[in-house]
């Protein structure tokens, strides 16, 4: 059950970190090779994206907590 309910807690907190990782990677790549005749990505996004990864860690840090390393 331990196992099940961390899964429930794990699973969300690797997709936030996957996709704020994806999301500042992207962000800082498009502003570094950024062409004229495009819009560059805006800077929220680079916000958003360490949003998600905070967010992220912290439930893996809770996961951890409530059922220990898995």
């Excluded at 929220?44 to 809770?62: N, P, R, T």
């Amino acid at each position: 059950m331990q196992q099940v309910l961390g899964a429930l807690i794990g699973v969300p907190a690797t997709i936030l970190v996957a996709g704020g990782l994806g999301l500042v990677g992207v962000t800082i790549s498009s502003r570094l090779f950024t062409q004229r005749s495009r819009e560059p990505i805006r800077w929220s996004q680079v916000a958003l994206g360490l949003g998600m990864l905070a967010i992220g860690g912290l439930l893996v840090e809770v996961e951890i907590l409530l059922f220990g390393p898995s």
